[in-house]
């Protein structure tokens, strides 16, 4: 029986260690079928590599740091020297100075909020871009998001903001290029201990909420729906979805105090 991803190409950021919600998604693409290719950039890059061997069948691991326009302008000669081409796009990439953290929201500088945005909001633009010359009639991409669309977070600060953005940026995305065939859709995971969450001050507020509220119950440790998630959107299981924001955080979303 054929794979949910049986015959496609992706490019999937972020995969750092195995607490990532990126890892699980690539364990999961693996094993659906699907060819990956990993990037990271930096000291991170050398995790990548390190993390990509306990993966079911280690892929290539490329460099690219969403900030520098070089890299970006040469994503696709760079990726087609392991695929011919991509069929979906995993953007698991943010990060946002301590400065632009915690709850001294207005007194922020612009410095440590700009990087936050140009990281974890416009990247997602820049990234889709850089991959549209991979991309045959049908391509999906897929971004991970920590939903701000209706709420202001304690201690996320700048980064609920720029998260917000995304949010945003997503809906742009599928009006533009659904044109062409490519879907734009978000996963917006519960709080999950990975690297990013747990550079949050106060993060521990996150877990404590979950636990008390979402109706199906919330393991801060697995990551497994979250990947599962984003697979199924980089399948073609879900043809006419785009510009969605896709929550699996256990029902908290869903209800009330």
Not at 46 to 57: E, F
Not at 182 to 202: C, D
Not at 227 to 244: K, M
């Amino acid at each position: 029986m054929a794979g949910l991803l049986e015959g496609k190409r992706l490019l999937i950021t972020g995969v750092l260690t195995e607490a990532s919600i990126a890892f699980a998604a690539a364990k999961i693409a693996q094993q659906e079928g699907a060819q990956i290719v990993l990037s990271n950039f930096g000291r991170g890059l050398n995790l990548t590599k390190r993390i990509a061997k306990r993966l079911p069948s280690e892929p290539p691991v490329i460099e690219l740091d969403v900030t520098d326009d070089e890299q970006l302008a040469t994503l696709a000669d760079r990726v087609r020297k392991h695929v011919d081409g991509l069929d979906g796009v995993l953007h698991a990439i943010g990060f946002a100075p301590q400065e632009a953290l915690g709850d001294d929201f207005a007194a922020t500088e612009w410095e440590p909020v700009s990087t936050a945005f140009h990281v974890s909001t416009w990247s997602f633009a820049a990234l889709t871009h850089a991959c549209l010359p991979l991309f045959g009639e049908k391509a999906s991409v897929v971004g991970l998001d920590f939903d701000n669309s209706m709420t202001a977070w304690p201690v996320y600060g700048w980064m609920g903001v720029a998260k917000a953005g995304l949010e945003s940026t997503s809906r742009y995305l599928a009006r533009e290029l659904g044109p062409k065939g490519v879907r734009v859709n978000l996963v917006a995971a519960g709080p999950l201990r990975s690297m990013a969450m747990k550079s949050i001050p106060g993060s521990a507020a996150f877990e404590d909420a979950w636990e008390q509220r979402a109706p199906l119950g919330w393991d801060v440790t697995d990551t497994e729906p979250s990947g599962r998630a984003c697979v199924a959107l980089l399948s073609d299981w879900f043809p006419s979805t785009t510009g969605e924001l896709l929550h699996v955080d256990g029902g908290y979303h869903a209800v009330g105090a």
